[in-house]
């Protein structure tokens, strides 16, 4: 456990202990310390049993519970202890990796989840957020969803939502790490902003910064800032996003584009929560809660060594991953009339809803760029024409050519036969697939500006992986 | 296994200084500075003394669950093998004990056993270092 500043009071001294049920004497002694330091009085035990009878005896409302006890599985513990006093705020602390376990703990009631180690300011961190929260509605019982199946800057009632709404709202008051996967134009953004939103942090900052969209050589000092002459051409103190973020949410979006030196700097940031900017002498201690997202698939990064293993677990710690639009059933049209409406607004036009024709062709189209290549064929048509209804004639011809074929190409050239091309791509890995879709891109529209438009990622994204490949080809 | 004789849990006691050992170590000392400001000078060779009780207790037991093909137990004296390298910044300790508890979760018998092999090593070169370190303790 790293420690920095002074840690502050958690709360006042008249507070009724933080209940510590830790079995590895070591770490109990380094628990308590921290908590002691930070004002908190705080009794422990070593047995899932003796955590129960202490819990009866002290009536502690806050309880830091280890998952895995030499006499009962901490699950069971923590029901006992929900069952008895539902308002009580269990801490989960766990070194155990699984991902399961920390969606299972919190769907049970779990207030936050700890992944062993952590830092000192995570621990003072989530006890206070406990504390503060001690008196609210008791866990899961908050949601966020609107009627009409909007929640928090998403659309769409699909059985697939309803779970991500759920799970967002269960994690949102932890300060456990999200990592967020999904398709680009899935909506990942949106859902950090979310997490954060619900989150006890959502009067401090939410910093997004996009990996991908930042040369390698100038995120270090995005994330973790530079004194004025660390570089030529550092003419000023910069803050970075991380100290930006401090007391808020840092979401790092394309985290998989990071290349592995700042990823192992990042990695000591996780362990540490202390950020030196470049040409800084000493460290600073922030308090920042991560959201990081990737429209790759994280797992398959770690084993083609691409990012880091440990980097990974630290990150992957509650995932959530975005449902496609395709597989979303009629929340395509919910997106869509939605979408229509305030873009009639903004464009001052009398649009008023979307034809049946216009409406089945949404649903069986695939969407390869989800719910933002939805916006652009609305805006598209709501631009061009006056209204009320969109018609088919409304619709980019390249869309048209798509339904007409069965599929294929998105846009132009030859027609293609989709499922046949699909079928050359089972099988491959997905980085090599990455690889043909791109450079196939690259020459059907003749260059990396309009193949990054269509492909809709920046161009400085489609340039370093075609430099990377070179480099690989030697 | 160098294991420290001094009397740990008396007070006053303070870091040698300064560390004859220049290779590269499996702990970090900047955690353990962090550490010592934290628990206190007085209580942190007691503090050490129950690192190094609480790591080789997990390699023993770790050591038997294997010989017994104990899924379960790899797992649970795994964790705390993680928990503890993990607060101390043993951190190839604790990634090696990590790969050890997903192997048991995934009952990898190949897995769990290069895993423990690799882990036997490193985690009693880690006990020596703390041994030394509570050596390296002298009293005011």
């Known amino acids: 456990m790293a420690k920095g500043r002074p840690a502050s009071t958690v709360s006042a001294p008249a507070a009724p202990p933080v209940l510590l049920v830790e079995d590895t004497p070591s770490l109990q002694m380094v628990y308590e310390a921290v908590l002691r330091n930070a004002g908190q009085p705080v009794v422990s035990a070593a047995t899932g049993g003796e955590g129960l009878r202490r819990f009866r005896e002290t009536g502690a409302l806050v309880v830091l519970l280890d998952l895995i006890l030499p006499d009962r599985d901490g699950l069971d513990v923590m029901a006992e202890m929900l069952a008895a006093r539902p308002e009580t705020r269990v801490l989960v602390i766990t070194a155990d990796g699984s991902i399961n376990r920390a969606v299972e703990a919190m769907r049970a009631g779990a207030h936050d989840f700890l992944v062993k180690p952590f830092d000192e300011t995570r621990l003072v961190s989530s006890v206070r957020n406990a504390l503060a929260s001690v008196g609210d509605a008791p866990p899961g019982a908050r949601s966020a969803e609107l009627p009409g199946g909007a929640f928090q800057g998403f659309i769409g009632s699909s059985p697939a939502m309803r779970e991500i709404y759920g799970r967002i709202t269960s994690i949102s008051r932890s300060l456990a790490t999200v990592f967020i996967s999904g398709e680009s134009g899935t909506g990942k953004e949106v859902c950090a902003q979310a997490v954060h939103d619900l989150s006890n942090r959502a009067e401090g900052p939410f910093v997004p910064l996009n990996c991908g969209a930042i040369p390698a050589d100038l995120l270090e000092s995005e994330v973790f800032g530079h004194l004025r002459g660390a570089f030529t051409g550092a003419i000023a103190n910069k803050i970075g996003a991380a100290a930006a973020a401090d007391g808020g949410t840092l979401f790092l979006d394309e985290v998989c584009e990071m290349d592995l030196n700042l990823q192992t700097k990042l990695l000591r940031f996780l362990q540490t929560s202390t950020i030196q900017p470049v040409g800084a002498a000493t460290p600073r201690k922030v308090d920042v809660r991560i959201i990081c997202a990737t429209n790759r698939d994280p797992a398959e990064e770690v084993r083609k060594g691409r990012f880091r293993a440990d980097l990974f677990y630290r990150l992957h710690v509650v995932p959530i991953h975005l449902p496609p639009l395709r597989i979303r059933g009629e929340d395509v049209i919910e997106i869509a009339e939605h979408v229509l409406g305030q873009l009639s607004d903004e464009e001052s036009k009398s649009f008023t809803g979307i034809e049946d024709e216009v409406k089945a062709l949404f649903r069986r189209h695939p969407w390869p760029g989800n719910v933002r290549q939805l916006i652009n064929v609305l805006r598209n048509a709501v631009v061009l024409n006056e209204g009320p209804l969109v018609t088919r004639a409304m619709l980019p011809l390249e869309m048209l050519h798509f339904d007409e074929t069965g599929g294929g190409a998105m846009a132009e050239p030859e027609p293609a036969e989709p499922t046949a091309a699909v079928g050359g791509l089972i099988g491959r890995p997905l980085a090599e697939i990455e690889r043909l879709v791109i450079e196939e891109t690259i020459a059907r529209y003749g260059g990396v500006p309009r193949a990054a438009r269509v492909l809709d990622v920046s161009p400085s994204t489609l340039y370093r992986k075609l430099a990377a490949w070179e480099q690989q080809q030697g | ?140």
Do not use: K, Y
């Open chain 2, 1 to 140: 296994m160098l294991i420290g004789t001094s009397p740990l849990n008396a007070p006053g006691w303070r870091q040698a200084s300064p560390s004859p050992r220049a290779e590269p170590t499996l702990l970090s000392h900047a955690v353990l500075d962090d550490l010592r400001d934290l628990i206190g000078t007085e209580s942190f060779g007691a503090f050490l003394a129950q690192v190094h009780a609480d790591l080789c207790a997990a390699a023993e037991d770790i050591a038997r669950a294997d010989a017994a093909g104990d899924f379960a137990g790899l797992r649970r004296h795994s964790h705390a093998m993680i928990g503890v390298a993990g607060a101390i910044g043993a951190t190839e300790v604790e990634e090696v004990a990590r790969a050890l508890n997903a192997a048991a979760r995934a009952t990898d018998i190949e897995g769990t056993r290069s895993r423990v092999a690799v882990l036997r090593r490193i985690s009693e070169a880690l006990c020596d270092e703390i041994a030394w370190q509570r050596e390296g303790q002298r009293p005011l």
